[in-house]
């Protein structure tokens, strides 16, 4: 297959460099994101920036807090969550079932 790049009635063929090495291209470019946005660091730093601006701001938290609280799932999310963490045997199962939540 030969790519080619159409310009005004002229096309310019293309070395098929990308793609031949689509899978190699996407993998890197792949790993590159991985490794730039999900590396420890800098979701630390992204993380507390966006904890620290919302301690600064109480009301904001109370409010995002009573959205969440409020919503029609939310109680059905929620016991679904304690189910799941009351069926392993796990330290916050048994705490739960010490709780008498499981």
Known sequence: CVWSMPIGRWSLPGS???????????EAIKRMIMDTFF???????????RV???????ERVKWL?????????????????????????SAAGMMLGLLGLS
């Open 52 to 58: 620290d601006s919302l301690l600064m701001d109480p």
């Open 39 to 49: 590396e420890h660091q800098f979701l630390l730093e992204q993380l507390q920036v």
């Open 16 to 26: 098929g460099i990308i793609p031949k090495q689509f899978l190699q291209i996407r």
């Open 65 to 89: 807090l009573n959205t969440i609280m409020t919503a029609p799932t939310f109680d059905k999310v929620l016991d679904a969550k304690i189910a799941e963490m009351g069926s392993r045997s």
